[in-house]
């Protein structure tokens, strides 16, 4: 189901979920097909609804936290596509910096919570693991507090499109777990480094802006969260080649306690491993989390076919 809420034109990426209007200010009944809301029901949902733990809902409790990413992101006569808005309290301090909000909500319920409390946002119901990023107008910045348990896919997605073109997304900034927000801007042979580093190496500059405590959120996660700033760029190689770069990375990590020669000699064999190792000037003795982004990009050209 994807529906719109509010009078505001999408952008040309949003309107490309065709999502029928609905104006709250005069309600109006469709058929179930159009995928719109009996909207003389919706007094219902306009009470608070519950968190859902299968979505992941932990929502900021005060604009005054967003602070730090307002301050990255500079969103003032920009259109911003913001991840998640829950009770609206990003989406309030965005509209309020003078950004354009469209606002993608999986969930209906929160959706109208969202709508009633920021009336300037164009709230859409969808999954933002299908949204069309690679076809936002440049510029459009990107904003969000991320389910935890869709962050990495999320972050994946919009990254990869922005390599295409830097210039279309060229600031992300966002909230996800700490221990998520470590792995983003980790080094080589640190703990937290691994495929997910490599990524945001490959695809984008980032840094982490601030900590967020757990008493921050309501209902408070058991773990703290970390505001994330990125800006994209483009990546060592053609973007197109991106997923076969990644590919190779997350094999060179599946067991990353084991050399590379064995790591990637189950699936390319050992004689053929050794060779391409040796050919990207790389010690087929060495382990996936000691070689860095233009380690992993010479071996992708040296590769067996």
């Known amino acids: ?54 979505l992941g809902q932990h929502h900021l409790v005060s604009g005054a936290l967003c602070r730090p990413l307002l301050e990255f992101l500079r969103p003032r006569g920009l259109p911003v596509v913001e991840i998640g808005p ?46 069309p990023w690679e076809t936002l107008p440049p510029p459009a910045l990107v904003a969000g507090n991320l389910p935890f348990a869709v962050a990495t896919p999320l972050l994946s997605r919009v990254l990869t499109a922005a390599s295409y073109d830097p210039s279309r997304l060229p600031r992300i900034g966002v909230m996800v777990q700490r221990e998520v927000a470590e792995r983003l801007v980790a ?79 189950s699936t390319w064999g050992k004689p053929e491993v050794t060779s391409a190792l040796e050919a990207a000037g790389i010690d087929p003795g060495r382990r996936a989390e000691t070689l860095d982004l233009d380690a992993f990009v010479r071996l992708l050209h040296h590769r067996p076919v």
Request: proline letters at 9%; aromatic letters at 6%.
């Open 1 to 54: 189901m994807r529906i719109a809420l509010g009078n505001a034109d999408l952008s040309k990426a949003a309107r490309r979920v065709r999502a029928p209007r609905v104006n709250l200010a005069r309600p109006t009944t469709v058929d179930a097909e159009s995928s719109v809301l009996d909207c003389p029901s919706v007094a219902k949902i306009l009470r608070q609804p519950a968190y859902k733990k299968k």
């Open 187 to 265: 080094t080589p042979s640190t703990p937290a480094y691994g495929a997910l580093s490599v990524l945001v190496q490959a695809t984008s500059s980032a840094r982490i802006l601030g900590h967020v405590a757990p008493g921050s959120f309501r209902p408070p996660p058991k773990v703290a969260a970390s505001f994330v700033a990125f800006e994209p760029r483009r990546p060592p190689i053609e973007p197109e080649r991106l997923p076969d770069l990644m590919k190779l990375v997350h094999q060179a990590f599946s067991q990353r306690r084991k050399t590379l020669r064995n790591s990637l000699g």
């Open 86 to 131: 829950g009770a609206g309290v990003l989406t309030r301090e965005l509209v309020y910096a003078g950004a354009s909000v469209t606002a993608l909500e999986l969930d209906l319920e929160w959706a109208f919570v969202t709508r009633r409390a920021v009336p300037d946002a164009r709230v859409v119901v969808m999954d933002a693991l299908g949204f």
